[in-house]
């Protein structure tokens, strides 16, 4: 059934003539009488039956009259919801990330979403892993992106759904300079006792770090906390103390020369990048489209998770690196 068609029946009912209705349907009177006997055609029933001059319902027509109502509600409904779908298709996008994250692995995805839905604002903070995640748990925001601490996973969090997605390798770096730069061999003992630049106590990349440090029995000196690993990186450059940040935070340092990396050969540092969101709810469309891209690069990691490094695992300094050590 042509739902125009129902509005004017209803209209010309409703207005007790079709003068009336052309006049608020903004139609001529033939218009108006086209499209009823159109209607009845369609129907193949007498809506309207002339006594005088005045129009009158047809017992079919009282049948249509009543259930129009059910029809014309049930698609004014549908149209909202349909707007309502249009208006989150070119609405807005909300993240929050750590800076890792949106620095070295979204930046790609970031410039597609946007080619493919230019309509959707993507709006983006960025802030620690504590902040990520009380961020997606008032809705703040759809999606976040967290490190997650020591222990692999937040604590307690049947609120949130967590799916790590990337295995972020951490490397200790220090100022040429340094006097352990040139030692062939290094345990992580003697990393710990130089001055060390950290991120802050309490965050997860911190909970991770010093969780490696106890499982070897050891208490680092802590020279400095920060949570800017930009800080961390440029204060170990000029001598301050030694840093562990991402490899790929420090890999242009490290080949420029203006880094030092100091390996241990009895550690390994790393942590999981996850991305966060709201659970027991539906994503929103964009979310499940920028979720979508997301996995199309970085799929979830499942349990024999391998580190890998967002900008070209098999880099230069990686190989060199692996031929130093045979």
Do not use: N, W
């Amino acid at each position: 059934m042509d739902l125009e068609l129902l509005h004017t029946f209803v209209a010309v009912v409703r207005l007790q003539g079709m003068r009336r209705a052309a006049e608020t349907l903004h139609l001529t009177q033939p218009a108006v009488s086209a499209r009823i006997a159109a209607l009845e055609r369609q129907l193949e029933v007498q809506l309207f039956e002339r006594r005088g001059r005045r129009l009158h319902l047809t017992s079919a027509g009282q049948v249509l009259l009543e259930e129009s109502r059910g029809v014309l509600g049930a698609a004014e409904a549908l149209e909202r919801r349909l707007s309502s779908q249009r208006g989150r298709q070119s609405g807005t996008l909300r993240l929050a990330t750590i800076d890792a994250v949106s620095i070295y692995l979204l930046p790609e995805i970031y410039l597609e979403f946007r080619r493919s839905h230019p309509e959707i604002e993507l709006l983006v903070q960025v802030v620690d892993s504590r902040r990520v995640l009380a961020a997606v748990r008032r809705r703040e925001v759809d999606l976040g992106f967290v490190a997650l601490p020591g222990s692999g996973r937040p604590a307690a969090e049947s609120q949130l759904r967590v799916v790590p997605i990337f295995e972020d390798v951490l490397v200790c770096v220090g100022s040429p300079a340094h006097p352990l730069a040139g030692r062939r061999r290094l345990d992580l003992g003697m990393l710990a006792a130089q001055p060390l630049i950290l991120y802050s106590r309490g965050s997860h990349t911190r909970a991770t770090l010093d969780r490696v440090f106890r499982a070897h029995g050891l208490s680092p000196l802590v020279a400095m906390e920060t949570e800017s690993p930009e800080a961390m990186k440029r204060l170990a450059e000029v001598g301050v103390g030694l840093a562990i940040l991402p490899l790929a935070q420090v890999r242009a340092d490290l080949e420029a020369g203006r880094l030092c990396r100091l390996e241990p050969h009895d550690a390994r540092f790393s942590r999981t990048l996850a991305v966060v969101t709201r659970s027991g709810r539906p994503l929103e469309p964009p979310a499940a489209r920028f979720i979508a891209l997301l996995h199309a690069r970085f799929p979830p990691l499942r349990g024999g998770k391998r580190s890998r490094d967002p900008s070209h695992d098999g880099s230069r300094l990686e190989k060199d690196r692996k031929r130093r050590r045979s």
